[in-house]
Each structure stands twice: as C-alpha cells, then as structure tokens.
Nanobody
C-alpha cells in the first residue's frame, strides 16, 4: 500500500522559511514523480512543484515550479530515505494553504493526474 505523509508545516512570518517533508512507503520514490500541491480556503487545489522520477538509471531528475513560487521554493529528493522535501523561502501571506504531496508515475502539476495523496500539512504565513 502506497502511503505519503507530510510534515514540517506550521506558522512562519512573511519573509521566513519552512521545510516540508513527504515521507513515502510502499513505493520506490526514485521511480515516481512526486509533486507538491496546495489548497487555500475557498480555492481550488493547485500545483506547486514536481520532481520527476530518475528510475535509478541516472541521478538526473527534472524539477517544475509554479510561476508563483519560482526562485523561492526548491524541491529535492532523498532516495535513501524515500523522502521528498520542499524548501520554502521568502514566504508570503499568499503561500498560506494546506500543502499536499502526491505520487504518480508520469508527473506534472495537474491535480487529476494523481491518485496517491498524503493527508496534508497546514502552512500559515503571517504578514
């Protein structure tokens, strides 16, 4: 059974940083694209960042970011720990949302592409 568990959310001030983690089990994380999504109150869930699979044949993975977080957020993967991180710097009040990680063999930032989801972690940025 595939399980994804997010952690690292909390309260931060505008301009501050948080590091989210997505711990996975039941899958080889290097064989899957792992993405972060977020959902603010009253808004649709949106893609934030994705790291592609590297299927173990190379260390090359591609990363994708939503325009709203480019230059501020960094996604990375630790294959040995089956974990994906999202480093969030220069936080803004508009980053406040519940953040979810999701896994898929294909990747991308489309919500409908993903079937395996974590339970989410709350990020609140105060201005």
């Amino acid at each position: 059974e595939v399980q994804l568990v997010e952690s690292g959310g909390g309260l931060a001030q505008a301009g501050g940083s948080l590091r989210l983690s997505c711990s996975t089990s039941g899958l080889a994380v290097e064989a899957f694209a792992i993405s972060w999504f977020r959902q603010a109150p009253g808004k649709a869930r949106e893609g934030v960042s994705c790291i592609s699979s590297d299927d173990g044949s190379s260390s090359h993975s591609t990363t994708t970011y939503a325009d709203s977080v480019k230059g501020r957020f960094t996604i990375s993967r630790d294959n040995a720990k089956n974990t994906v991180h999202l480093q969030m710097n220069s936080l803004k009040s508009e980053d406040t949302a519940v953040y979810y990680c999701a896994a898929d063999t294909r990747g991308g930032l489309e919500v409908d592409e993903y079937e395996a989801w974590g339970q989410g972690t709350q990020v609140t940025v105060s201005s």
